[in-house]
């Protein structure tokens, strides 16, 4: 190990024994929680492109600082205005790791729903306890050793919540660099319907380090609607695990937006563990200057009867970056298993680049995978038949982004949030508004 | 003159394809452009169109008395050209209808005049749409997407109603047509038969001609018109094939 290091190192461990002697910290099982992955990040560090799940992603910028515990932070209520939403069941607002019960709106909880912080998530925290399967996950570790607070939110059985669960992460940056580690737990009970929408912004300058860490759980026939919308700054680093798991005849569909970051990444698993469970992941990165984004994403099937669907599509200009992962595993048990898997990607530069990778990983026999990836400019056939129709180069070139966009946002349900969805990625890619 | 070609030389992969062409249409007429496969009918139709796959090394086009080269695709759509595509693209996303009107309010604002708002363009569709046979439900599709062949072409043909053009080019509008669809495809372009228009009908088959008459008929071999006639020339290749032509003297030429 060098020096460098070494004390970078000791100096997550030092902020370690500081928030020790903190009400936050906790005790018992939390306690032992933290303790174990810092230990485990310790020893580790930070994933290198040696390791087969971090190839094409080096976050070496992010290993070459040291990230101190964000400030508690009181951002202006106008300033956090752009990053809520209207319409939502509750709103809660995590501000630097922390929730803000002055900027979150729970009066008017739909019956059935409870909210709770940090008590309600022990025992998932210890259910959250092990390490998976070998893989490197610092990312992971460091929120578990130092998040500050949690969000829990449960839906009682047969309960249909028709509007989402909004938690919105806020970065507020200062003069040092912070790291936010939001921990969200949320459990669809039996018969349960719910929508969710997680995202992830910032105000002011500052670096910052989100590692956030979301798992969901769907009790048999629940119904989950995810959206996760990311539109941190581009002078920030997010990295993201999600774990959804479900159980018999659940229905999870997920709509992931990443927009924003330095260096992004979102490592999604389903595991789908019931018979008739079906899951939708579907996403779109959009990202120019010189930025790196990377989905990884992982559909378990463990058992039989179960379909997946997943469409990911990607924009990228400038010298922009991206990586695609997605795997597949169908387990010995999973007969019957349908999944397909698409990945497209737009350049709109000649500079831009994606490395993108189906891995099928199939152990039974009767089952019907498909996948395809498809990376290319814009369609120049397309182009030409509306120019001449009259239509102008640069909006025939919107028409067509916005197109391919809006095949992956049509599957949000919430109108208010696909419509914030497509107008942020048309202001990132400076395209007119279409609304 | 709407349309004025003055030997025009296209190149189309580093090939010369157009070696020469000189061609004119008054406003008002229907001229058709027949000729063998490979004699450079569908060039021409790109070349006026603005399509970047052909250059133009040499030649005049004149349109309505502008130069007609000089200008991008969407400036010579707006202007009021019109090109019925041989292959309609199929774009995924994009709705037929916001497609359309786009399309429209483009041209509408190159002409000065106010876009159309919803209710104005939803009457206009629909009686347009009638005039093709076209069922609604294909308007709120993405244009071409999962269309037949014949329903590509009707959709061309539909645009055109909708943007009305005063000079169209229909470019082998019959392929891949069957007898029923020809005739709705005719009528509809019958139906725009104005003489504020012209039409350059670029086709491989005198059968079209039977439903779209032409004014003038011009045959196209080997990159230049080897000869120009009336409805009859159409009849004449029909029976004796294009073969006649090259020992044949090129006075005719237009």
């Known amino acids: 190990m060098s020096t460098a290091v070494a004390e970078r190192q000791s100096a997550y461990a030092a902020a370690f024994e500081a928030f020790r002697r903190e009400p936050a910290f906790g005790a018992d099982a939390v306690q032992q929680h933290r303790e174990q992955a810092l230990k485990r990040f310790l020893a580790g560090g930070f994933p290198t492109t040696r390791d087969e799940e971090w190839r094409f992603t080096n976050v070496a910028p992010i290993g ?58 022990a025992a998932d925290l210890r259910a959250t306890l092990a390490p998976s399967d070998g893989r490197n996950d610092a990312f992971v570790d460091l929120n578990r050793a130092f998040f500050e607070d949690a969000v829990h939110i449960s839906v009682a059985p047969n309960t249909v919540v028709d509007r989402p669960f909004h938690v919105v992460s806020i970065a507020v ?9 939001p921990r969200l737990f949320v459990h669809i009970g039996e018969g349960a319907q719910a929508s969710l929408v997680e995202s992830y912004g910032g105000v002011g300058e500052g670096a910052t380090l989100t ?32 774990d959804a ?17 330095r260096i992004s990444r979102n490592d999604i698993f389903a595991t789908l563990d019931g018979e008739g ?12 200057g010189d930025t790196l984004t990377d989905t990884h994403t992982t559909i378990d099937h463990a058992k039989a009867h179960c379909p997946s669907h997943e469409v990911y599509k990607g924009i990228l200009g400038g010298k922009a970056r991206a990586v695609f992962n997605g795997k597949i595993i169908v387990r010995q048990d999973a007969q019957k298993t349908n999944a397909k898997q698409t990945n497209k990607a737009l350049l709109l530069s000649d500079e831009a680049q994606i490395n993108t990778k189906p891995q099928l990983e199939i152990f039974a026999d009767d089952v019907k995978c498909t996948h395809g990836a498809a990376i290319g400019q814009l369609d120049e056939d397309a182009m030409f038949y509306l120019r001449a129709r009259g239509i102008s180069e640069m ?32 202001e990132k890619l400076k395209l007119e508004h279409s609304l | 003159m709407l349309l004025e070609i003055k030997d025009l030389r296209v190149k189309a992969e580093g090939k010369e394809i157009l070696k020469g062409l000189t061609l004119s249409v008054p406003t008002g007429q229907v ?40 200008m991008a695709p969407e400036e010579r759509a707006t202007a009021g050209v019109f090109m019925a595509f041989q292959y309609p693209v199929e774009i995924p996303g994009v709705n037929n209808s916001y497609f359309l009107k786009a399309a429209l309010n483009a041209k509408r604002k190159a002409q000065g005049q106010p876009e159309l708002d919803a209710v104005e363009f939803l009457q206009l569709i629909k009686s347009r749409a009638k005039l093709l046979e076209m069922d609604q439900a294909m308007l709120g599709r993405a244009v071409n997407e999962g269309f037949s062949g014949g329903e590509k072409k009707r959709n061309e043909i539909f645009q055109m109603a909708v943007l009305e053009p005063r000079l169209a080019i229909l470019d082998e509008t019959d392929s891949g047509l069957d007898i029923d669809a020809l005739k709705i495809v005719s009528t509809g372009v019958n139906a725009l038969r104005s003489p504020d228009r012209a039409m350059l009908v670029v086709t491989h088959y005198q059968r079209l001609l039977n ?44």
């Open chain 2, 211 to 254: 439903y779209i008459v032409p004014d003038v008929v011009h045959v196209l071999t080997d990159g230049r018109i080897v000869r120009s006639g009336g409805k009859e020339l159409a009849l004449e290749l029909e029976d004796k094939g294009y073969g006649w032509l090259d020992a044949a003297p090129a006075g005719a030429r237009a």
């Open chain 1, 64 to 121: 070459e600082t040291v990230f101190g515990r964000a400030a508690a932070a009181t951002p202006d209520q106008r300033a956090i205005e752009p990053l809520l939403f209207a319409g939502m069941s509750c709103q809660i607002v995590v501000v630097n790791g922390r929730v803000s019960k002055a900027l979150s709106t729970l009066e008017a909880l739909p019956a059935g729903v409870t909210v709770d912080g940090v008590a309600a998530a």
């Open chain 1, 277 to 288: 469970a079906e899951c939708t992941l579907n996403g779109i990165y959009v990202a120019d």
């Open chain 1, 211 to 242: 590692s956030a860490v979301t798992s969901l759980t769907l009790a048999p026939n629940a119904v989950l609607h995810h959206v996760k919308l990311q539109q941190e700054s581009a002078s920030a680093f997010h990295i993201a695990r999600i």
């Open chain 1, 395 to 426: 909006d025939a070139r919107n028409l067509l982004i916005h197109a391919f966009a809006g095949e992956v946002l049509d599957g949000i349900k919430a109108d208010v949030v696909r419509e914030r969805a497509m107008w942020l990625i048309e």
């Open chain 2, 31 to 70: 001229h058709a452009i027949m000729g063998p496969n490979g004699s450079g009918k569908s060039t021409l139709a790109r070349a006026l169109s603005g399509h970047p796959g052909y250059e133009v090394t040499s030649g005049e086009v004149r349109y309505n008395g502008q130069d007609l080269l000089a």
């Open chain 1, 245 to 261: 798991k479900l159980s018999r005849a659940s229905t999870f569909a997920s709509t992931a937006i990443t927009l924003g970051g």
């Open chain 1, 173 to 181: 940056g200062n003069s040092k660099p912070q790291m936010l580690l």
